[in-house]
């Protein structure tokens, strides 16, 4: 049977943030990436999923083969920010795509760990970032690479 290689990476990159407090510098940035791992597919001829949870854990398709570092949520932090407030954090995925002219990946259904972010008294919060990674399942053969997407993260009080 072959086997299909792909490093499934998932790198954000925050586009947007839409902050209301202009008295102190407001700053949002990443701690750690969300990653799927280095995954292979043993073929490409049906959707394959990985879909993680909040709690840190994940499910994945049986037809999905981890070679290392598993999937992980992302963890970000927000800094200068009103306190005391819970924050609305946007995350669109609509423009992720995943491989080389034709998307092989996509994201689906983002999510954050806690589901309502508060900023502290300081005006800092820190919360994960996670998400499914599907297939398209389309029998398309795919190439050994990493696979990287940005996408937008606003967020505001």
């Not at 854990?57 to 981890?66: E, K, L, R, V």
């Not at 927000?78 to 995925?93: A, C, E, K, Y």
Request: aromatic share 8%; glycine share 8%; net charge negative.
């Amino acid at each position: 049977m072959l086997k299909q290689h792909c490093n499934a990476r998932i790198a954000f990159c925050i586009l947007c943030i839409l902050l209301t407090s202009p008295a102190a510098a407001q700053t949002l940035t990443q701690d750690r990436a969300l990653t799927f791992g280095n995954i292979s597919l043993t073929t490409n001829n049906a959707m394959r999923e990985i879909e993680l949870h909040p709690d840190g854990s994940y499910t994945a398709d049986p037809g999905i083969y981890f070679y290392s570092d598993t999937p992980e949520l992302g963890r970000y932090i927000i800094q200068g920010q009103v306190p005391l407030t819970v924050m609305n954090i946007n995350i669109d995925v609509s423009s992720t795509l995943l491989g080389l002219g034709n998307p092989i990946f996509t994201l689906h259904n983002p999510f954050t760990v806690p589901a309502v972010v508060t900023t502290d008294g300081l005006g800092n919060a820190t919360f994960e970032i996670g998400a499914t990674l599907r297939s398209n399942g389309s029998g398309i053969n795919y190439s050994d690479a990493n696979y990287n997407s940005v996408f937008t993260v606003s967020v505001s009080p």
